[in-house]
């Protein structure tokens, strides 16, 4: 018997080592799929820069189009520099708050470059959410902050300089955006205090960057010709095959940008999650464009397709806040509102002499408002007062500040071409060379 009792002593100890090895290569595979699901879901919401780039080219005038490519190709530029050197810290203050610190969450981040180790870790070791290296992490995230910075580039079309612009993409990457996203995601006090939910970014990203677009469209005015004599005056795009490419790279990128915000990949149960994100994404992204389709039809007796392209990029934005949750016939529901709300309020901003070239406001905003309300549909731990006031603190915040900035920008060194140049086109007076050289100018 003793005999026995030592054999499985030195037996458990023996095997003590490789149980210690199988736990570390847990972990390891922990990491390396949360890590993976990050670079992956960043790479395709990198692909969403060239979805806008193209949505943005089919929707502008000719004579506009190589401006519309540069803003977008700059703007993204920028905002991997500059997210990298403020923003990542701001919003993610590697959990210390250096104003407004308290047990409740903070209010701003900390100020410094983002430091990525040869081998780190994220910003949760605890568990199993956002254990990944912190390269992957800081990749994925700066593609949010980019993607915001791109809705304001449409709304603005066809008469905004570009210097002025780009200004103003370096506060709202570096800034604006970080600092109200590290209220939500980095810890801060909507998160703590209001228990706001808002899974990928309705609010955080999107109607963020609706209100910047919507505070540069006031001050900027509409464009000339665009409101005459009390009419709206249509100006079709120059390609709307473009456009519709545009539309489905944002599609696809989608994925990335809903399906990533699991934060995690090491489990069955987040691989599952994952899975059914993707699918409610894309019948949130197909009700839109149906509603809109069938709703254009009964209304103008044609459908229109700028409406279904905005319908279905409208459920993409309604379903963001929560993609988890709904079931798929709920999913459709929520994008398919998402495109009714565009129907109408394409319209609505023409009658209130509002110019958004391309419909970014209507997707982008007043989406993403419903899509971080629809969260109260399926979500049990959503409120509404958890919802709206969060809703209703960024928007303020998002609007007063760019509102700001723009008027200082317009005062100082004008945020408007001049009439001849607006006319003429801006690639020609702002660039010196057209997209498309063989073809008149329209």
């Not at 509409?222 to 473009?242: C, E, Q, T």
């Not at 319908?311 to 079931?327: F, M, N, Q, W």
């Not at 999913?331 to 970014?360: E, H, N, S």
């Amino acid at each position: 018997m003793k005999l026995l009792k030592t054999t499985a002593v030195a037996a458990g100890l023996v095997a003590l080592p490789s149980l210690a090895l199988a736990q570390d290569a847990s972990t390891d595979s922990v990491f390396i799929f949360n890590s993976l699901l990050f670079l992956i879901g960043g790479f395709l919401v990198f692909w969403m820069a060239a979805g806008f780039a193209m949505l943005e080219a089919g929707l502008v005038r000719g004579k506009n189009v190589t401006m519309q490519l540069t803003k977008n190709i700059a703007l993204f530029s920028l905002a991997a520099i500059f997210y990298y050197l403020i923003g990542y810290n701001l919003m993610y203050p590697l959990g210390s708050w250096s104003i407004g610190s308290d047990e409740t969450g903070g209010y701003l981040g900390a100020f410094g470059v983002a430091v990525l180790e040869a081998v780190g870790v994220g910003r949760d070791a605890a568990d199993d959410y956002s254990y990944a290296s912190t390269g992957s992490d800081f990749f994925f995230q700066l593609m949010f902050c980019a993607t915001t910075a791109s809705i304001v580039s449409g709304t603005l079309a066809e008469r905004i300089k570009l210097w002025p612009f780009l200004i103003f993409v370096i506060i709202l990457t570096a800034f604006i955006y970080p600092i109200q996203a590290s209220w939500k995601w980095g810890g801060g006090f909507l998160d703590s205090q209001y228990g706001f939910l808002d899974f990928a970014g309705s609010t955080v990203v999107h109607s963020v960057g609706g209100w910047a677009a919507l505070a540069g469209a006031l001050i900027l005015g509409p464009r000339i010709g665009k409101f005459k004599d009390g009419k709206v005056h249509p100006m079709p795009g120059s390609n709307l095959a473009l456009a519709t490419l545009g539309t489905f790279i944002l599609w696809l990128g989608w994925f990335g940008f809903n399906g990533g915000s699991q934060l995690a990949m090491g489990t069955v149960g987040d691989v599952a999650d994952v899975s059914r994100i993707f699918a409610n994404t894309n019948t949130a992204a197909a009700g839109g464009a149906i509603a809109a389709l069938l709703l254009t039809q009964v209304m103008y007796g044609k459908a229109d397709l700028t409406m279904v392209l905005n319908g279905a990029l409208a459920g993409l934005v309604s379903i963001t806040a929560e993609p988890l949750t709904p079931s798929l016939g709920m999913a459709t529901i929520i994008g398919g509102i998402g495109g009714v709300i565009v129907v109408f309020t394409v319209p609505l901003l023409d009658k209130m002499g509002i110019d958004d070239v391309v419909g970014a406001i209507p997707v982008h905003l007043f989406a993403g408002i419903w899509g971080t309300l629809a969260v109260l549909l399926t979500n049990s731990d959503a409120t509404f007062s958890g919802q709206i006031i969060p809703i209703i603190i960024v928007g303020i915040f998002v609007f007063v500040v760019s509102a700001v900035i723009w008027f200082i920008l317009k005062a100082t060194m004008g945020i408007r071409v001049d009439e001849e140049a607006e006319i003429n086109g801006l690639d020609m007076s702002e660039l010196g060379m057209e997209a498309y050289p063989e073809f008149s100018k329209g």
